[in-house]
């Protein structure tokens, strides 16, 4: 972090430090139709707002007129404002004496500033001595308000950009994005959790946006006027939509409304494709895009603040994290969004206030994975704990050393409650023929290695449930892939710790997946039905194979999804 603000701090500061800002006599705004002469728009009289009023963008062009004082002893040489699709800016320069001079420039000619999200274009030289009157510029097609409510007049050819106060405040506030984006990536390493992730696409898709916002972006990487603002549509875009995610998946199980977690999801990838199509360069959107970008941000808003107080109404913990941390951009966002979404409003451009706001969000709701992460991790390895105990409690199986029939109907309900939501049915393919051919005592050696193959993923729960037959409890969203991996290993290892069979040992499996999310209670009994079911259907189409379902809820009449 203080490396990347003290290298923005060394490029930016010069930028800021000569700032000059041409004190106007008035400046006024207008719509105008494309192709009328400049100088006939110098004489217009009807249709100027002298003030932060109407601002509105529904025409073809914008048009701006600055009126200065002759008397400036620092004569304006640039416009300055954000930078902003455009098709064409027309300038004319008047002077004291009344002669004009005229200049066209397109997008390309267009500077961008390393100080500020703004760009510069140079204004017509006045020929003579005379001094500058009034300055009229021309913006056709414009995409946003505050390329006409932002603008200004600057001293010097190239352009001024931020103060020096707002150049390390905006630096600052990069450095400190940089330190939760590091934090989510370690977390997400060691605990790969839904969550985790989507605070992470928050997280960078905020950084992105605040590189591009400030146009610190192009300290990293030059990019054209054309892309920059589509790409700051999308990181909006993204991080609303993440951020939905992350409101759905952080809040702990049972402790938020079903309705309000559906609706997360589902609007999530709603609000980043319309968010996302205010990016694409169609005419029809110009006036409304940016109007549209703020609107979609209202959802978002909405069900993350709404789903962080039901889950503090329904007693959790962590939903406070979520309330503080979204608390100040609810009302900087809420305030920004009104204010553009007003007819004839000045848009607030208060940019440092804002990634202000989203810098605490983050932090904030940074230091809610911690706590959430250390909670995880306590119930996990109480539930390893709870598992031993129950097993060493209850009772091993005496052959294996497995646990026993008994011990999982004992203690499933609470390790399903820890996450043991996929559950496997195991069977050995012509097991009778090994006793028959080979005698009992052969038979327990390979039963005896077959539970050593079961065993061997450490987050696997194995249970002998009787001759032949076993089960297995896992946890993660892998636990299907663990499952198989197990089952497969079995011919190797009692190939390696029987000698002498002449045939090699196969098993078949049945496997239900239950909804990891699902908050609902799970019956021993009825998952193992389902299992058997499909363990007697991989029989029947062959053996040595499995077959699995996945449960999407848990009723009298469950869902299923076959895999």
Same mark, same amino acid.
């Not at 308000?145 to 931020?162: F, N, Q, V």
């Not at 966002?333 to 848009?347: D, F, I, S, T």
């Given at each position: ?8 701090? =060394? ?12 004190? /106007? %006599? ?8 494309? &192709? ?16 932060? $009023? ?6 073809? $062009?914008?048009? #701006? ?14 416009? %300055? ?14 002077? =004291?004496?009344?002669?004009? $001079? ?11 500033? !390393? ?39 600057? /001293? ?6 931020? !103060? ?5 405040? *905006? ?17 997400? $390493? ?15 898709? *905020?950084?992105?946006?605040? +590189? ?65 199509? /205010?990016? +694409? ?33 329904? &007693? ?17 966002? &809420? ?66 050393? +497995?646990?026993?029939?008994? #011990? ?20 050995? @393919? ?13 038979? @327990? ?14 987050? =696997? ?14 946890? &993660? ?13 079995? !011919? ?19 496997? %239900? ?38 449960? *999407? ?11």
């Amino acid at each position: 972090m203080a490396v990347f603000a003290l290298i923005a701090l =060394a490029v930016l500061l010069p930028a800021g430090a000569m700032a000059r800002t041409v004190q /106007t %006599v008035q400046v006024c705004h207008a719509a105008a139709p494309v &192709g009328v002469p400049m100088a006939v728009l110098l004489q217009q009289r009807d249709g100027w707002h002298c003030d932060d $009023s109407d601002w509105s963008i529904a025409g073809e $062009s914008l048009v #701006l007129r600055f009126r200065i004082d002759p008397a400036d002893a620092a004569p304006p040489r640039s416009f %300055v404002t954000v930078a902003s699709r455009f098709a064409v800016m027309d300038f004319a320069v008047v002077d =004291a004496r009344g002669g004009l $001079s005229e200049s066209r420039h397109v997008p390309a000619d267009a500077r961008h500033l !390393p100080a500020g999200p703004m760009m510069v274009l140079p204004l017509p030289a006045v020929r003579g001595d005379a001094p500058m009157r009034t300055v009229m510029v021309r913006i056709e097609r414009p995409w946003t308000k505050a390329i006409g409510s932002e603008a200004r007049l600057d /001293t010097t050819s190239d352009g001024t950009g931020w !103060p020096i106060d707002e150049i390390v405040a *905006m630096a600052v506030i990069c450095g400190l994005l940089v330190v939760p984006l590091m934090l989510n990536a370690a977390f997400y $390493s060691v605990l790969p959790e839904r969550f985790v992730f989507w605070h992470l696409v928050v997280t960078g898709s *905020m950084l992105m946006q605040v +590189l591009v916002g400030t146009g610190f972006i192009h300290l990293i990487v030059p990019i054209p006027e054309v892309l920059e603002a589509p790409l700051n549509n999308c990181c909006y875009a993204l991080m609303s939509s993440a951020a939905m995610m992350f409101a759905a998946t952080f809040i702990e199980p049972g402790f938020m409304s079903r309705r309000l977690r559906k609706g997360l999801v589902r609007g999530a990838p709603v609000v980043f494709g319309v968010g996302a199509m /205010t990016a +694409l360069p169609f005419e029809a959107l110009r006036p409304y895009a940016t109007l549209i970008l703020h609107l979609d941000m209202i959802p978002a808003l909405v069900l993350v603040i709404a789903s962080a107080f039901d889950a503090r109404a329904r &007693g959790s913990v962590h939903a406070w994290y979520q309330i503080g941390s979204w608390a100040p951009v609810m009302l900087l966002g &809420g305030w920004k969004v009104v204010l553009y979404a007003l007819p004839g409003q000045k848009p607030l451009e208060a940019t440092v206030i804002y990634q202000l706001g989203l810098a605490i969000q983050v932090l904030v709701a940074t230091m809610g994975i911690i706590s959430r992460f250390l909670v995880l991790r306590r119930e996990r390895d109480t539930a390893t704990a709870r598992a031993r105990e129950l097993e060493g409690i209850a009772g091993r199986d005496p052959l294996t050393g +497995l646990g026993n029939r008994r #011990l999982i109907e004992q203690s499933f309900e609470t390790m399903f409650r820890k996450g043991y939501r996929t559950m496997a049915v195991i069977d050995l @393919d012509h097991f009778k023929q090994v006793n028959d051919r080979y005698g009992h005592g052969v038979g @327990d050696t390979v039963l005896k290695a077959v539970a050593g193959a079961l065993s061997s993923d450490a987050g =696997a729960f194995a249970v002998r449930m009787g001759g032949e037959e076993f089960l297995l409890l896992l946890r &993660g969203r892998d636990g299907a892939t663990r499952a198989e991996h197990c089952r497969r290993a079995i !011919p190797a290892r009692v190939a390696a710790e029987v000698p002498g069979l002449d045939r090699m040992v196969t098993a078949s499996m049945g496997l %239900v997946e239950h909804d990891p999310n699902g908050a609902l209670n799970a019956d021993f009994d009825a998952l193992y039905r389902h299992c058997d079911r499909l363990l007697y259907e991989a029989k029947r189409l062959g053996r040595n194979r499995t077959m699995r379902e996945r449960l *999407m809820t848990f009723a009298s009449e469950p869902a299923v999804a076959a895999g």
